[in-house]
């Protein structure tokens, strides 16, 4: 067997571990992959992608919404950081 310098490579094998632990909504466990990640790879492109992703499954709210604004301010987070980095750090 051969071994595949992308796919076996250190910092892949980082950034896998952190979504791995996004995909399962794990933020301790994907904060501290991460962390793993940074230290090793300070430089790492999916670095800010994936700082967002943590930081949203950290966040998540737990009570409802209190007011219209909230509301709004909730959904811009969703559309304009989240959804779009989403694809990014998994493609």
Sequence with gaps: MQLDLF???RDVMLRNDVLD???RRHA???RQAWERLMGEYPADDT???LAVL???IENVP???FVSHP?????????ADEIA?????AVG
């Design 28 to 30: 301790c466990d994907a």
């Design 54 to 56: 943590i930081t949203a």
């Design 21 to 23: 632990a996004l995909q």
């Design 7 to 9: 796919a076996d490579s």
């Design 47 to 49: 670095a800010p992608i």
């Design 84 to 88: 779009p980095a989403a694809p990014t």
């Design 70 to 78: 909230a509301l709004v301010e909730a959904r811009r987070v969703l």
């Design 62 to 64: 737990t009570a409802r």
